[in-house]
T-cell receptor, first 113, second 114 residues
């Protein structure tokens, strides 16, 4: 099992550009989520999904879109990048049963200039 | 509102000494509590969790955590710290009564000195 994979590992964008961060998992997990990590603020939930076709907003959803067409994939789209979106982004997955922990990808470091 | 607090940005401990990393939580339903560790430039790795049952839970790498419902705390502990334990530690709560959202603390940097 590859676990949770994320691409790219690093990305530099200019303000106003759009891009998609990819996330995939091979553990057949129903629950997938996206976080951003900023110094001193821990991880903040952007969007999450409890299954294919079902997504919902987390704490900081503005400026980001998600979709879940398959169980395996959960891409995060930045529609018009802003410097405030400079962060490290983590994707995670979990079984839907509440007692299960999340498995995290290696992260994508995004810089918006 | 649901929240998790880690009151210490940094904890310093000498190798061989016991360590404690503090976490308190606030949720409206039953808490499912987790500890994760993050090494530099890596994703988060699961350490241990409290779901129900014994208040003292044991996890990976010799870590354990004590759940205290009356104090709404879930402190991470290890009897004897190693230099290799130096990392960033996150406490998290999964509020299963509210849309399965996870809430993370701000993280505590553990420094273990030889």
């Amino acid at each position: 099992n590859a676990g949770v994979t994320q691409t790219p590992k690093f990305q530099v964008l200019k303000t106003g550009q759009s891009m998609t961060l990819q996330c995939a998992q091979d553990m057949n997990h129903e629950y997938m989520s996206w976080y951003r990590q900023d110094p001193g603020m821990g991880l903040r939930l952007i969007h999450y999904s409890v299954g294919a076709g079902i997504t919902d907003q987390g704490e900081v959803p503005n400026g980001y879109n998600v979709s879940r067409s398959t169980t395996e994939d959960f891409p995060l789209r930045l529609l018009s990048a802003a410097p405030s979106q400079t962060s490290v982004y983590f994707c995670a997955s979990s079984q839907l049963t509440p007692s299960y922990e999340q498995y995290f990808g290696p992260g994508t470091r995004l810089t918006v200039t | 509102a649901q929240s998790v607090a880690q009151p210490e940005d940094q904890v310093n401990v000498a190798e061989g000494n016991p360590l404690t990393v503090k976490c308190t939580y606030s949720v409206s339903g039953n808490p499912y509590l987790f500890w994760y560790v993050q090494y530099p430039n890596r994703g988060l790795q699961f350490l241990l969790k409290y779901i129900t049952g014994d208040n003292l839970v044991k996890g990976s790498y010799g870590f354990e955590a004590e759940f205290n419902k009356s104090q709404t705390s879930f402190h991470l502990k290890k009897p004897s710290a190693l230099v290799s334990d130096s990392a960033l530690y996150f406490c998290a709560v999964r509020d299963v009564d509210n849309f399965n959202k996870f809430y993370f603390g701000s993280g505590t940097k553990l420094n273990v000195k030889p």
